[in-house]
């Protein structure tokens, strides 16, 4: 399986509700990104993370990080119908490296 | 006043054809990249240029050949197009240091969506 997994692969809830997704990795990291990709468009960048933080927050997205578990989540507070998309993780091992990416979890907010 | 901009948006051919598809950012980043998105929404990394260096090179058919002409500028070119290339193609850039923590947070192009008949 690949570097990067996230589940669930697919999320449909009600405008307004909270919305987690998981992503899991296999190797040792430098930092875990999210990003998000409305359909037909290109991936726009989140949050970072880097591997000596475990939390971090920006706006309504609440990133954790856990390296003991190799596991990170993204909580998106409030959802909106705007928040439709898929939402990647990305890994990279070293800095500058390449980034490996997840298989997405298509997030679907219901108005 | 876009960031990182290909052209083209589509690319429609026929199988056997050579084709071209040209990224440019104004970010002023010195690490550019390509990616293969396939039709289940994986996304691969095919390539990357550092100031106009090669510097990663996935395992991709030699068919593919990029070329950085300065460090704006990345473009791909596909020879002899086979069903199997059919996908979106993203380019991306960043800003990398050499000997410094960089975060690597990624810009990316909206893509061209090339279809092989």
């Known amino acids: 399986s690949q570097q990067g997994e996230e589940d669930p692969q697919a999320l449909s809830i009600q405008e307004g509700e909270n919305a987690t997704m998981n992503c899991s990795y296999k190797t040792s990291i430098n930092n875990l990104q999210w990003y998000r990709q409305n359909s037909g468009r290109g991936l726009v960048h989140l949050i970072l993370?880097?591997?000596?933080?475990r939390e971090k927050h920006s706006g309504r997205l609440r990133v954790t990080l856990d390296t003991s578990k190799k596991s990170s989540s993204l909580l998106i507070t409030a959802s909106r119908a705007a928040d439709t998309a898929s939402y990647f993780c990305a890994t990279d091992r070293a800095s500058g490296s390449r980034l490996t990416f997840g298989e997405g979890t298509q997030l679907t907010v219901n108005p | 006043d876009t960031a990182v901009s290909q052209t083209p948006k589509y690319l429609v051919t026929q199988m056997g054809n050579d084709k071209s598809i040209k990224c440019e950012q104004n970010?002023?980043?010195?690490?550019m990249y390509w990616y293969k998105q396939d039709s289940k929404k994986f996304l691969k990394i095919m390539f990357s240029y550092n100031n106009k260096e090669l510097i990663i090179n996935e395992t991709v058919p030699n068919r593919f050949s990029p070329k950085s002409p300065d460090k704006a500028h990345l473009n791909l070119h596909i020879n002899s197009l086979e069903l199997g290339d059919s996908a979106v193609y993203f380019c991306a850039s960043s800003q990398v240091v050499a000997g410094e923590i960089t975060y690597n947070e990624q810009f990316f192009g909206p893509g061209t969506r090339l279809t092989v008949l």
């Open positions: 970010l002023g980043h010195d690490t």
């Open positions: 993370i880097r591997s000596n933080e």
